[in-house]
């Protein structure tokens, strides 16, 4: 079938401005790239654009060097991986029951009521805080953890893509003899792939982009995660310098060839990586997640 006037017209605005959009997304983060690898006297100048002018390597080395970076990335990482282990597990288990139908499940109005409050009040910063100090988790990686454990919208997608399920799949499953830890694992799980990569996608972005909550809830820059850290070193820029040079002799000498620019600029690159690393192989499942979660079907 051929296309008509009208609808090809409509294609090519559609792809221009779709490319539009994709380099007003790329464009900022190519311009951070190039001035973490553009010589510091260049981007002083502000000739930096989209390239490396004057390409040097001495931001990655004075970062490489900086024991505190480094100590604020493990603890990224000590933060995420249980985080976002914790964070599904909990999800799945919630999202189970409630995906089930009054008849079998009778209080799953109260809970899912119960869950949907949390969504539309919260207690404040105040009495967060309070509770985190009073329970003993702060200056603690367990108050980047369990606080927010359980993600209440992650838990709605997946209740609702369990409930798109067929019925039939539980049914045959139950005749065979199974329970519902084994329908969970055997049956439901196997087929929930594409949500719970979304799930599992958002609980890493969350956790590693989390900022705010490393600040409040830990009392010394050692214990704060990579964002929190960096959220320091952009406010406080010739602190961060002056204290960095006083460090070691090493380190002072790559000070003299680096700026705050520069080196922001490669840190704030560096914490991207591994969501960039990770998103390609969980982007495929993303849309279909994501859609089929979000509404009944």
Same mark, same amino acid.
């Given at each position: 079938?051929?296309?008509?006037?009208?609808?090809?017209?409509? =294609? %090519?605005?559609? $792809?221009?401005? @779709?490319?539009?959009?994709? #380099?007003?997304? /790329? &464009? *900022?983060?190519?311009?951070?790239?190039?001035?973490?690898?553009?010589?510091?006297?260049?981007?002083?100048?502000?000739?930096?654009?989209?390239?490396?002018?004057?390409?040097?390597?001495?931001?990655?080395?004075?970062?490489?060097?900086?024991?505190?970076?480094?100590?604020?990335?493990?603890?990224?990482?000590?933060?995420?991986?249980?985080?976002?282990?914790?964070?599904?597990?909990?999800?799945?288990?919630?999202?189970?029951?409630?995906?089930?139908?009054?008849?079998?499940?009778?209080?799953?109005?109260?809970?899912?009521?119960?869950?949907?409050?949390?969504?539309?009040?919260?207690?404040?910063?105040?009495?967060?805080? =309070? %509770?985190?100090? $009073?329970?003993? @988790?702060?200056?603690?990686? #367990?108050?980047? /953890? &369990? *606080?927010?454990?359980?993600?209440?919208?992650?838990?709605?997608?997946?209740?609702?893509?369990?409930?798109?399920?067929?019925?039939?799949?539980?049914?045959?499953?139950?005749?065979?003899?199974?329970?519902?830890?084994?329908?969970?694992?055997?049956?439901?799980?196997?087929?929930?792939?594409?949500?719970?990569?979304?799930?599992?996608?958002?609980?890493?972005?969350?956790?590693?982009?989390?900022?705010?909550?490393?600040?409040?809830?830990?009392?010394?820059?050692?214990?704060?995660?990579?964002?929190?850290?960096?959220?320091?070193?952009?406010?406080?820029?010739?602190?961060?310098?002056?204290?960095?040079?006083?460090?070691?002799?090493?380190?002072?000498?790559?000070?003299?060839?680096?700026?705050?620019?520069?080196?922001?600029?490669?840190?704030?690159?560096?914490?991207?990586?591994?969501?960039?690393?990770?998103?390609?192989?969980?982007?495929?499942?993303?849309?279909?997640?994501?859609?089929?979660?979000?509404?009944?079907?």
């Amino acid at each position: 079938m051929q296309s008509s006037w009208s609808r090809k017209l409509f =294609l %090519v605005i559609n $792809y221009i401005i @779709l490319t539009l959009l994709a #380099l007003i997304c /790329i &464009l *900022p983060f190519l311009n951070l790239l190039a001035i973490s690898f553009s010589a510091k006297d260049a981007v002083i100048a502000n000739k930096v654009t989209f390239w490396p002018v004057g390409f040097s390597m001495n931001s990655y080395k004075f970062i490489l060097n900086n024991n505190q970076f480094i100590k604020s990335l493990f603890i990224s990482i000590e933060r995420t991986i249980p985080g976002v282990i914790l964070n599904t597990v909990l999800v799945v288990l919630t999202a189970y029951p409630l995906s089930k139908s009054v008849k079998e499940f009778r209080a799953r109005n109260f809970f899912s009521w119960f869950f949907v409050v949390t969504i539309l009040f919260n207690g404040g910063l105040i009495p967060t805080y =309070l %509770v985190v100090k $009073y329970t003993g @988790l702060l200056n603690s990686i #367990l108050a980047l /953890i &369990l *606080p927010g454990a359980v993600n209440v919208f992650n838990m709605l997608v997946v209740m609702n893509y369990m409930r798109s399920l067929p019925k039939e799949l539980e049914e045959a499953a139950y005749i065979d003899g199974a329970g519902h830890a084994q329908v969970l694992l055997k049956v439901i799980l196997p087929v929930c792939k594409p949500t719970l990569a979304t799930v599992i996608l958002f609980a890493f972005v969350n956790h590693w982009n989390s900022w705010f909550d490393g600040m409040i809830y830990m009392n010394t820059v050692d214990k704060y995660p990579l964002q929190s850290y960096l959220q320091t070193v952009i406010i406080n820029t010739e602190s961060f310098f002056r204290n960095a040079s006083n460090t070691s002799s090493e380190i002072a000498n790559y000070v003299r060839l680096v700026n705050a620019r520069t080196t922001s600029a490669a840190q704030l690159f560096l914490a991207m990586i591994p969501i960039l690393c990770i998103y390609p192989f969980l982007q495929k499942y993303f849309t279909t997640g994501l859609v089929m979660g979000s509404v009944k079907g």
